[in-house]
């Protein structure tokens, strides 16, 4: 069973940056997508970032240039590097990843970024 544990959230004001992290285990043979959703108060959970093993990246528009993921795969670990955040950046922060060869899904337990002066 994969698991998937987020740090890295907090508050942080307009303008700042905050670093997420998201350490996978039980990642059996495989290969995974790994990226970063969000869900704002009373709104849908949003692709923020995907990332495939290879390193090819997917951001939403809403972070181009604002946002950049990462992933080291000898540590199992993704990171979300967040710059110049917006109020609007305020949700909770889901790490996600897909075994590719079954379309099997995994979610961590979110961490809250809240982003306000």
């Known amino acids: 069973q994969v698991q998937l544990v987020e740090s890295g959230g907090g508050l942080v004001q307009p303008g700042g940056s905050l670093r997420l992290s998201c350490a996978a285990s039980g990642m059996r043979d495989g290969i995974y997508l790994l990226g970063w959703y969000r869900q704002a108060p009373e709104k849908e959970r949003e692709l923020v970032a995907t990332?495939?093993?290879?390193?090819?990246?997917n951001s939403a528009d809403s972070v181009k240039g604002r946002f950049t993921i990462s992933r080291d795969n000898a540590k199992n670990t993704v990171y979300l590097q967040m710059n110049s955040l917006k109020p609007e950046d305020t949700a909770v922060y889901y790490c996600?990843?897909?075994?590719?060869?079954?379309?099997?899904?995994?979610w961590g337990q979110g961490t809250q970024v809240t982003v306000s002066s």
């Open positions: 990332i495939t093993s290879g390193g090819t990246t």
């Open positions: 996600y990843a897909r075994r590719i060869l079954t379309n099997s899904d995994y």
